[in-house]
Antibody, heavy 121, light 110 residues
Framework: EVQLLESGGGLVQPGGSLRLSCAAS????????MSWVRQAPGKGLEWVSL????????YYADSMKGRFTISRDNSKNTLSLQMNSLRAEDTAVYYC??????????????WGQGTLVTVSS | QSALTQPPSASGSPGQSVTISCTGT?????????VSWYQQHPGKAPKLMIY???KRPSGVPERFSGSKSGNTASLTVSGLQAEDEADYYC??????????FGGGTKLTVV
């Protein structure tokens, strides 16, 4: 059974940093691209970033470039998102999602339950 | 790039069919065969229902179907059931390794 378990969310002040993690199990982690997708309270989904199965390629939504860094440890089946210079508009539930292919993936067949990030003073 | 455009709400009675639209541009929906649809129940994670415009993942009922014409993609739910009541989101590849989501449609089974 595929499982994705996010952690690391919480309350952070504007300008601060936070690191999210996603522990994956139940599939061959290194064979799948992984992504972060966020959802602001009461709002729709927004793609954040994606990393290829090997970790050699990373992609970001324009509004996240330069502030967020996606990474993965295939030896530990773990996905991470380092978020810096956080803004109030980054407040959202952040989902870890499994891509359907190993390279760029435009759809995601399994999602975690999400971790809430709140940026506020 | 702007989010894809979906109607805020849609509704239908049990057993009826309902279609939800997702409108983009020639740079996203119209330019690629990479439209997906997700179902999200309140407080739950999204679930993939359709990928590559019209393909259904294993386990998704045949009542769910997808199509595309020009810059608009559509999700049709036939034989509506109470458990289909949820939010539905479309997504599309937008070129240059970018992915766009729609604003979401709340489907009510009345």
């Amino acid at each position: 059974e595929v499982q994705l378990l996010e952690s690391g969310g919480g309350l952070v002040q504007p300008g601060g940093s936070l690191r999210l993690s996603c522990a994956a199990s139940g599939f061959t982690f290194s064979s799948c691209a992984m992504s972060w997708v966020r959802q602001a309270p009461g709002k729709g989904l927004e793609w954040v970033s994606l990393i290829s199965g090997s970790g050699g390629s990373t992609y970001y939504a324009d509004s996240m470039k330069g502030r967020f860094t996606i990474s993965r440890d295939n030896s530990k089946n773990t996905l991470s998102l380092q978020m810096n210079s956080l803004r109030a508009e980054d407040t959202a539930v952040y989902y870890c999602a499994k891509g359907v292919s190993s390279g760029w993936s435009d759809s995601f067949d399994y999602w975690g339950q999400g971790t809430l990030v709140t940026v506020s003073s | 790039q702007s989010a894809l455009t979906q109607p805020p709400s849609a509704s239908g009675s049990p057993g009826q069919s309902v279609t939800i639209s997702c409108t983009g541009t020639s740079s996203d929906v119209g330019g690629y065969k990479y439209v997906s649809w997700y179902q999200q129940h309140p407080g739950k994670a999204p679930k993939l229902m359709i990928y590559e415009v019209s393909k259904r993942p294993s386990g998704v009922p045949e009542r769910f179907s997808g199509s595309k014409s020009g810059n608009t993609a559509s999700l049709t739910v036939s034989g509506l059931q109470a458990e289909d009541e949820a939010d539905y989101y479309c997504s599309s590849y937008a070129g240059s390794n970018n992915l766009l989501f729609g604003g979401g449609t709340k489907l009510t089974v009345v």
